[in-house]
């Protein structure tokens, strides 16, 4: 079981095998037919589990590359596809395992302001560059 917030970086296309709750799993088992193998999300997920984990909230951080080639990273891909990278995925432990929804609140909380902080700074670089 996760005992860490696991920030996923990429989402993938192929190799999705297992029947799903609903009893399905697509023929061609990938999400978008033709689509790259990988992608990634445009916001850098390192980037912000370092700074997530510098506000010490007693809450572990993780980066994956691998979201599981089920429902989650099925759903990671195709936002990432849709949105040309401006997705993320985030896997929160269960409450209370090991961490209360008190903690859980505050690290989410601390990763999307973290995002929201990145995505300003990056717009403010483009506004900057015109």
């Known amino acids: 079981m996760a005992t860490a917030i696991t920030l996923e970086k990429c989402g993938h296309n192929k190799g999705y095998l297992g029947l799903d709750n609903r009893q399905f799993c697509p023929d061609t088992q990938c999400c978008v037919e033709g689509g790259p193998e990988c992608l990634q999300s445009s916001i850098d997920m390192d980037i912000v589990c370092k700074r997530a984990s510098a ?3 007693d809450v572990q951080f993780t980066v994956s590359t691998d979201a599981g080639r089920y429902l989650c990273d099925f759903t990671y891909y195709t936002s990432l596809y ?3 990278g401006k997705s993320v995925f985030i896997h929160v432990p269960p ?5 209360t929804a008190a903690q859980l ?3 989410l909380h601390t990763i999307l302001q973290v ?3 990145m995505v300003e700074q990056s717009e403010d670089q483009i506004n900057c560059d015109h």
């Open 115 to 117: 995002i929201l902080d």
């Open 95 to 99: 409450l209370g395992k090991p961490y």
């Open 105 to 107: 609140g505050r690290a």
């Open 82 to 84: 849709e949105s040309h």
């Open 55 to 57: 506000a010490a909230l």
